[in-house]
């Protein structure tokens, strides 16, 4: 999709592209091979070396580049052309909020494993991981998971960044990770009911006694909401590509996604419910 993309070139948006389209011109080299009568002389002045600059950037797979060019409502564009190399991330935490809450795990899935990182045994691993990946995908990341990752390993992470809420939003998809889940139609199974502030708690009881059932079930969890992300974008990128020229070209295919490597223990969950009153 990047290469039919002209949005992110300085002096047209998003009706100038249309008009392009509309006139035949689909691709970068359609306009770089081409006389383009539709836009005014000055425009086609500042367009070349932007465009120029794009062909390169693509050719060397510089996602950053796209990112910070496209506008923020385009960022879905990114998927199909660094789908071989994304990284699906969700973090879960000593708490809801920035203060002295800290990371407790992190869940990575890049389309074929999962990998999980936890305090105090393997989280400092992730810094290294996530270097080798050139897009970043997340539900609410960017007010979440980002700011939490940059304060613990104390860097910016500029990496290109699809927050999910934001692209949901768009095609009328609203609330929480789990409601827009649901509007997809899936499922949790043993998960269902469990939130952000149930994987707190998991963490707290796996503290205080020890029992690796307690962190085996918020892994559990933690890897449930990456696993949905693949599908959730896959579904966000084919409703935008509906409303362009080119969805027989790039329509996705929905993922299959693999089984979830932690099990939620049931008795684990109940326990949480009982002690902490999350009935109702």
Not at 6 to 19: A, N, Q, T, V
Not at 164 to 180: D, F, M, N
Not at 242 to 249: C, G, I, M, S, V
Request: aromatic residues 10%; contains cysteine; proline residues 3%.
């Amino acid at each position: 999709m990047l290469q039919h993309s002209f949005c992110h070139i300085p002096g047209i948006g998003l009706k100038s592209e249309r008009k392009l389209w509309r006139h035949g011109i689909h691709r970068w080299e359609d306009w770089l091979s081409c006389e383009v009568s539709v836009l005014s002389e000055a425009k086609r002045a500042l367009a070349k070396p932007s465009l120029e600059a794009s062909v390169q950037a693509l050719a060397r797979r510089d996602a950053e580049h796209f990112a910070v060019v496209l506008p923020a409502g385009e960022q879905w564009r990114l998927f199909p052309d660094f789908r071989d190399s994304v990284a699906y991330v969700d973090i879960e935490t000593t708490g809801l909020g920035f203060g002295e809450d800290a990371i407790t795990s992190i869940a990575l899935y890049d389309g074929r494993q999962v990998r999980t990182y936890v305090q105090g045994r393997n989280l400092e691993a992730f810094e290294q991981d996530i270097a080798s990946y050139d897009l970043l995908v997340t539900f609410n990341g960017k007010c979440f998971d980002v700011p939490f990752l940059e304060r613990h390993f104390r860097t910016r992470l500029t990496k290109a960044h699809i927050d999910l809420r934001y692209v949901l939003r768009q095609i009328g998809y609203r609330g929480g990770l789990k409601a827009c889940e649901k509007m997809l139609g899936l499922g949790r199974d043993e998960l269902d009911g469990v939130d952000g502030y149930f994987a707190v708690l998991l963490w707290k009881e796996y503290q205080e006694t020890g029992d690796e059932q307690f962190l085996e079930t918020l892994l559990a969890y933690n890897v449930a909401d990456v696993l949905s992300l693949e599908a959730l974008l896959v579904h966000a990128c084919n409703a935008r590509l509906e409303d362009t020229p080119f969805y027989a070209l790039h329509a996705l295919e929905s993922p299959v996604a693999p089984a979830n490597p932690h099990l939620a223990q049931a008795a684990v969950i109940e326990h949480i419910r009982m002690r902490y009153g999350l009935y109702g």
